[in-house]
């Protein structure tokens, strides 16, 4: 017999010993067949700045029977950041100010309480512009060995 995803099966034993005769039954209370829950996950797209607040996202997550979600927020590589809130379907976190180019790995765990499912993301972070400065010098004497302010 094939079963059904999203289908409730219920199922009787019965027996009887042939030697006393007795007979007894057992019935399940009910087997539903679960199906997984689909992860789904958004952040930026393209490079992000180093300060920037940035958003992670899986409340694209699915699941076929109608299943409540939990979600599990992780993150896997690059300089550890702090993520605001790992047990709902969206966090945040601050990006560091890293070298050029370096990647943060992110993964979320999405479940179903039977079943689970886990999708990642990579951030990357962009060349920080260096600070400019306007600096003004004008000719003057220095006497070696007194103060002087530029």
Do not use: C, H
């Not at 094939?2 to 219920?10: N, P, Q, V």
């Not at 300089?79 to 070298?99: K, W």
């Not at 920080?128 to 302010?149: E, K, W, Y």
Request: net charge negative.
């Amino acid at each position: 017999m094939a079963l059904t995803y999203g289908k409730t099966y219920f199922f009787a034993v019965r027996g009887k010993d042939r030697t006393t005769g007795w007979s007894a039954s057992a019935y399940s209370d009910g087997i539903r067949v679960n199906r997984p829950p689909t992860a789904a996950v958004a952040g930026p797209s393209g490079e992000v700045n180093g300060g920037a607040e940035i958003r992670l996202d899986a409340t694209g997550s699915r699941d076929p029977d109608g299943d409540a979600l939990r979600y599990s927020w992780r993150q896997i590589s690059g300089p550890a950041v702090q993520l605001s809130s790992p047990a709902s379907s969206t966090t945040t976190f601050e990006s560091p100010f890293i070298r050029p180019g370096d990647a943060l790995q992110f993964q979320v765990a999405v479940s179903d309480g039977i079943a689970s499912a886990t999708g990642s993301l990579a951030v990357t972070v962009a060349e920080a512009p260096l600070p400019s400065v306007d600096l003004q010098v004008s000719a003057t004497t220095v006497q070696i060995g007194q103060p002087f302010t530029l």
